[in-house]
T-cell receptor
Framework: DGGITQSPKYLFRKEGQNVTLSCEQNLNHDAMYWYRQDPGQGLRLIYYSQIVNDFQKGDIAEGYSVSREKKESFPLTVTSAQKNPTAFYLC???????????FGPGTRLTVT | AQKVTQAQTEISVVEKEDVTLDCVYETRDTTYYLFWYKQPPSGELVFLIRRNSFDEQNEISGRYSWNFQKSTSSFNFTITASQVVDSAVYFCALSEVGAGNNRKLIWGLGTSLAVNP
């Protein structure tokens, strides 16, 4: 089955700890995206990557970091510098020519 | 600047009613794409439709239909004979050409639809 996997579905961390969210795709898409969604809110772009070994900041990149060492993988690290990390995080990949994005099931992160 | 406005934050209907979700967009691009996604309570976004800027034909898929009007910069979504399973948050999005000729999506804030039995 082609698609995007995110793990884990639920993640709990103590304040001050870095945490890495996994995102893997087997759709052979070049572009991948990380979004943050807060309750009752839309999607806000954190980082995106158009090609391996390259990525750009989105609208709310502060306190986050990413890497893109492989086409299939785009992990997101939520650092201790992120002031309000509790949120729902969605990863997506994009079919370049038409912009349609395919989403993973999301990871719900709770930091206490 | 590119922008997508979904003015209806929440809509509540009774099953079997028809409901229209509004989407208004702003763009300077002459070539662009518009999308609708559904987000059920499970959280994963589900693609519903893509429409390019050169195709203003309305589209119907079962109980779903979409009305694209460039003259009013709108791409409205209608659900006919709504069902409880249609309860979800619906997002409208606009693609813009970013650096390297790749496309990012500009998202509306979503409309939360509740269909009550």
């Amino acid at each position: 089955d082609g698609g995007i996997t995110q793990s884990p579905k639920y993640l709990f961390r103590k304040e001050g700890q870095n945490v890495t969210l996994s995102c893997e795709q087997n759709l052979n898409h070049d572009a991948m995206y990380w979004y943050r969604q807060d309750p009752g809110q839309g999607l806000r772009l954190i980082y995106y990557s158009q090609i391996v070994n390259d990525f750009q900041k989105g609208d709310i990149a502060e306190g986050y970091s990413v890497s893109r060492e492989k086409k299939e993988s785009f992990p997101l690290t939520v650092t201790s510098a992120q002031k309000n990390p509790t949120a729902f995080y969605l990863c997506a990949s994009q079919s370049t020519w038409d912009g349609e994005q395919y989403f993973g099931p999301g990871t719900r992160l709770t930091v206490t | 600047a590119q922008k997508v406005t979904q003015a209806q934050t929440e809509i509540s209907v009774v099953e079997k009613e028809d409901v229209t979700l509004d989407c208004v967009y702003e763009t300077r691009d002459t070539t662009y794409y518009l999308f609708w996604y559904k987000q059920p309570p499970s959280g994963e976004l589900v693609f519903l439709i893509r429409r390019n800027s050169f195709d203003e034909q309305n589209e119907i898929s079962g109980r779903y239909s979409w009305n694209f009007q460039k003259s009013t910069s709108s791409f409205n979504f209608t659900i006919t004979a709504s069902q409880v399973v249609d309860s979800a948050v619906y997002f409208c999005a606009l693609s813009e050409v970013g650096a390297g000729n790749n496309r990012k999506l500009i998202w509306g804030l979503g409309t939360s639809l509740a269909v009550n039995p």
